[in-house]
C-alpha cells in the first residue's frame, strides 16, 4: 500500500511539474489582452466596477450572439462583401458593447454601419487616436457612439456605447477583396471562427491570446449561426460550384448563379469552420485577362487580371534540395495531424531519387528526421515515411525556431531549393515569423500548406508572398490529394521571375504591388493600378532560363465599385512591410495614413467613429454585462496548449491535494 501511494505522490508531482513548465499561453490581464485574443464573433459588454469582481476576465464577459447575415457579390475576380451580424441586449440595463469577428485578411474595409433599435450610425474614417477620443467623449455624455478599429490583419471589433435595454443591434461592415484563383478554379473564403493563436513568452510582439472557446453543444442550437448567400456572376462562363466546407444550394440568375450555403435557401449554418466555395471556367472560356475600373474623386483606378502563359508552365527540370517544416503542435491534433501527415507524405513520395530532401517537426521544441540533407533513395523515403507516421499533436506553436533552422540548411547552386511550411499557422508572432523568412531564406522559396477549417490564412500568404513561393489550403481529408497536386504543379514548373510591365507610350501609372511577385503554374498576376488614363494594353516582361516577353491585349474595362479600395489596401500593405526594412513606426504611420484617409479604408492607424448627438443614458446608470461562448472550431481536439495559467495550477494543486490525502489516510489507518 505504501508503494502504491508513493506511485501516486510521485505521478502527482511529476504532473504538477510538467503542467507548471510547458509553455502557454499568458494568463489575460486586459481589455488589450482580450481583444488579442477572442474568437468567435463575439460581442463583449463591459460592466460597472462593482460587478467586474463577478466576471471571470477582469469585469469583461460577453453577450448572447443571435447570428450573422452575409451577402457576397462576385463580379468576375472581385467580391464585395457585406457583413452584418446581430445582438440583443436581454438586460434591464443600458451597456456599452464590443464585438469581434475575423474577416478575410485580404479584405478592403470601407464601410461600417451601426443600427441600434430604429437608428442608424453611420461611421467616418478617421485617426485612430482621434477616432478613440471621440467615441469615448461621446460615450460619457450617454449618446450612443460606435468605433470600429483593426486589431490584427483579419481581426476587426467594434465598440457601442449606451444601447438601451431590450435593443437589438446589427452591426455591419462593408469589404472588397480579390479572389483567390488558381489556373481556371476561383475561390472565396469567408472566416466565421479562428484558432487559438500561441504565444511565445520570449517574443517581443504584443500576445495574441485565445479567448473562450467552447463545443458547439455549450453555445445552443439557434446562436452562432450565419445566413450566407453568394451571387456569381464570373464574367465567364462557369461550371463545377462547390464547396469542401458546406452543403448548399443553387439556382440560376442567368449570367450567374446564386448559392445559399446550407441544405435550403432558408438553413443557416453553424459558425465553427471557413465558408469555402469555389467554381471553375468553362473550358471554353480563353480570355487572357479582365479588367475591372472605378473614377474615385477625379481618378481613374483599375484592377487588372492576367493569366498565365501556357507556354511557360513547361521546361527543364532542376533537381530539388526540399526541406519540409510540419506542424505538430497542440492545436494539430486530431484531424489536422492526420490531414497534415497524409500531405507530407504525398510530397515525399513525389521526390525523385536526384532530390535532396530533409524533414522538421516542431511543437514546444523541433528536431530533424536527418542531421543533414539526404538523397531521396528509397531507403530514406521510406524511413521518412515511417517517422512521418509516427508523429503525433502535442505542445506549443513554436514556429519560429523551426522555420530558422529550416532555412539555414547551405544550399548548393545545382539545386532548386525550396521550404515546405505544412500548419494551420496558429501563431501570434506573425511579424517574426515574416522577418526571419525576409532576412534569412537567401534563394530558398517557401510554400505554405494550410491545415484545418479556421487556418491563421494571413500568415499562410503573407510567408508565401515574403518568401517567393505559393501556398494551399487543406481543409478535409478529401482534399489532401487534389490540393497537394496543385502544389506540386507549382514545385515543379518554372517560375516567371522579375516581372515587370510596360504601359503604351504616354500612359502613366502607379502600380501596386511593387516590385512584381513571382508567378507560378495557374497563378494570375494581378495589378492595382492608378491610370492618368484608360490603357488597352501592356507588355509583361519575365526572366526564367531565358528572357520573355508578351504583348497583351486587354478587353474593354467592367466598371465596378470598390476597386480603388483595392488599390489602396495594396499600397498600404506594402508600406507596412516598411516596417521589416528598417522604416520608423512614425514613418510608416504618416504614409499609411495619407492613403487611408484619401480612399476611407480601415488600416493599423485609422479607424471607423460614428456618434449621435442625442443622449439617451440617464445620469448615474449603470453599464452591466451579458455573456456567451464562442464556438470551438468543428476539427480541433481539445488543444493541449489550451490551459492557462490558472487552470493548470487548479489542476496541479487539486493532484497534489489528491496526493496528501492518500498519504494521511494510509498514515491513520497505520
Known amino acids: ?28 490581464k486586459s481589455l488589450n489582452d482580450w481583444l488579442n485574443q477572442v474568437g468567435t464573433g463575439e460581442l463583449l459588454l ?51 458593447a464590443i464585438y469581434a469577428y475575423p474577416i478575410a485578411e485580404s479584405a478592403a474595409v470601407h464601410y461600417m454601419e451601426v443600427i441600434v ?27 450612443r457612439a460606435a468605433l470600429v478599429e483593426q486589431q490584427r490583419p483579419n481581426l476587426f471589433t467594434s465598440k457601442v456605447a449606451n444601447i438601451a ?57 439557434s446562436s452562432h449561426l450565419a445566413d450566407i448567400t453568394v451571387d456569381i456572376d464570373g464574367g465567364w462562363p462557369i461550371q463545377n460550384i462547390e464547396s469542401p466546407s458546406h452543403p448548399f444550394v443553387e439556382r440560376s440568375l442567368g449570367r450567374g448563379y446564386r448559392v445559399h450555403m446550407g441544405s435550403s435557401f432558408s438553413d443557416k449554418v453553424a459558425m465553427d469552420q471557413d465558408v469555402v466555395l469555389r467554381w471553375q471556367l468553362d473550358p471554353v472560356a480563353s480570355a487572357s485577362g479582365a479588367v475591372f475600373s472605378e473614377e474615385y474623386k ?8 492576367l493569366r498565365t502563359p ?64 539526404r538523397s531521396a533513395s528509397a531507403i530514406n523515403v521510406k524511413q521518412a515515411l515511417n517517422w512521418v507516421g509516427r508523429l503525433q499533436g502535442g505542445g506549443g506553436t513554436m514556429m519560429l525556431p523551426a522555420v530558422e533552422d529550416a532555412l539555414s540548411v547551405r544550399s548548393d547552386p545545382a539545386y532548386l531549393r525550396q521550404v ?24 530558398a522559396r517557401l510554400f505554405t500548406v494550410g491545415i484545418g477549417v479556421s487556418p491563421n490564412s494571413y500568415l499562410l500568404r503573407k510567408a508565401a508572398q515574403v518568401g517567393q513561393g505559393d501556398y494551399v489550403y487543406i481543409a478535409s481529408g478529401q482534399e489532401v490529394k487534389a490540393r497537394m497536386q496543385r502544389l506540386f504543379a507549382k514545385l515543379e514548373n518554372p517560375v516567371l521571375k522579375q516581372l515587370n510591365i510596360d504601359l503604351p507610350e504616354g500612359a502613366e501609372a502607379e502600380v501596386w504591388p511593387n516590385p512584381l511577385p513571382d508567378l507560378y503554374h495557374g497563378r494570375p498576376l494581378y495589378l492595382a493600378m492608378k491610370l492618368d488614363k484608360p490603357i488597352d494594353h501592356l507588355v509583361l516582361k519575365a526572366q526564367t532560363d531565358r528572357l520573355w516577353q508578351q504583348r497583351i491585349a486587354l478587353p474593354e474595362p467592367t466598371e465596378a465599385t470598390g476597386i480603388h479600395t483595392l488599390w489602396a489596401r495594396e499600397k498600404i500593405a506594402a508600406q507596412l512591410d516598411g516596417l521589416r526594412q528598417g522604416k520608423t513606426q512614425e514613418e510608416v504611420r504618416q504614409a499609411v495614413l495619407a492613403v487611408a484617409l484619401e480612399h476611407a479604408v480601415m488600416s493599423p492607424y485609422t479607424s471607423f467613429v460614428a456618434v449621435e448627438e442625442t443622449p439617451v443614458r440617464p445620469a448615474g446608470e449603470d453599464l452591466k454585462k451579458a455573456s456567451v461562448p464562442n464556438r470551438r472550431p468543428v476539427d480541433q481536439a481539445y488543444p493541449k496548449t489550451a490551459l492557462g495559467l490558472t487552470q493548470q495550477w487548479y489542476l496541479a494543486s487539486l493532484l497534489m491535494l489528491v496526493g496528501l490525502a492518500l498519504l494521511v489516510r494510509v498514515r491513520l489507518r497505520a
Do not use: C
Request: overall charge neutral.
Open 1 to 28: 500500500m505504501a508503494r502504491r501511494v508513493g506511485l501516486i505522490w510521485v505521478l502527482s508531482a511529476l504532473l504538477t511539474g510538467a503542467l507548471a513548465s510547458s509553455p502557454q499561453p499568458l494568463a489575460v
Open 46 to 96: 463591459k460592466p460597472t466596477e462593482s460587478s467586474a469582481g463577478n466576471s471571470a476576465i477582469n469585469g469583461w464577459d460577453s453577450a448572447v450572439h443571435l447570428g450573422a447575415e452575409v451577402d457576397v457579390k462576385v463580379s468576375g475576380p472581385v467580391a464585395a462583401v457585406t457583413l452584418k451580424q446581430s445582438y440583443r441586449n436581454d438586460s434591464p440595463h443600458y451597456v456599452e
Open 117 to 143: 433599435g430604429s437608428r442608424r450610425i453611420v461611421g467616418e474614417i478617421r485617426e485612430k487616436a482621434q477616432a478613440k477620443a471621440i467615441y469615448q467623449d461621446a460615450k460619457k455624455q450617454g449618446k
Open 165 to 221: 435595454p431590450g435593443e437589438t443591434i446589427h452591426v455591419e461592415l462593408r469589404y472588397t477583396e480579390a479572389l483567390a484563383i488558381d489556373g481556371r478554379e476561383f475561390s472565396l473564403r469567408l472566416p466565421t471562427t479562428m484558432t487559438s493563436r500561441f504565444h511565445p513568452q520570449e517574443s517581443s510582439i504584443k500576445p495574441v491570446e485565445q479567448g473562450p472557446i467552447v463545443p458547439s453543444s455549450a453555445v445552443g442550437q
Open 298 to 305: 477625379g481618378e481613374h483606378y483599375a484592377l487588372v487580371m
Open 310 to 373: 501556357d507556354e511557360m508552365t513547361s521546361g527543364p527540370r532542376m533537381p530539388r534540395e526540399v526541406v519540409f517544416v510540419i506542424d505538430t503542435s497542440g492545436s494539430m491534433a486530431g484531424q489536422r495531424m492526420y490531414h497534415a501527415k497524409q500531405a507530407l507524405s504525398q510530397a515525399v513520395e513525389r521526390l525523385s531519387p536526384d532530390d535532396r530532401f530533409n524533414v522538421v517537426e516542431f511543437n514546444n521544441q523541433h528536431s530533424r528526421l536527418f542531421s543533414s540533407m
Open 420 to 443: 515546405i511550411l505544412i500548419t494551420d499557422a496558429s501563431v501570434g508572432n506573425e511579424a517574426e515569423i515574416l522577418r526571419v523568412v525576409e532576412r534569412q531564406r537567401k534563394g
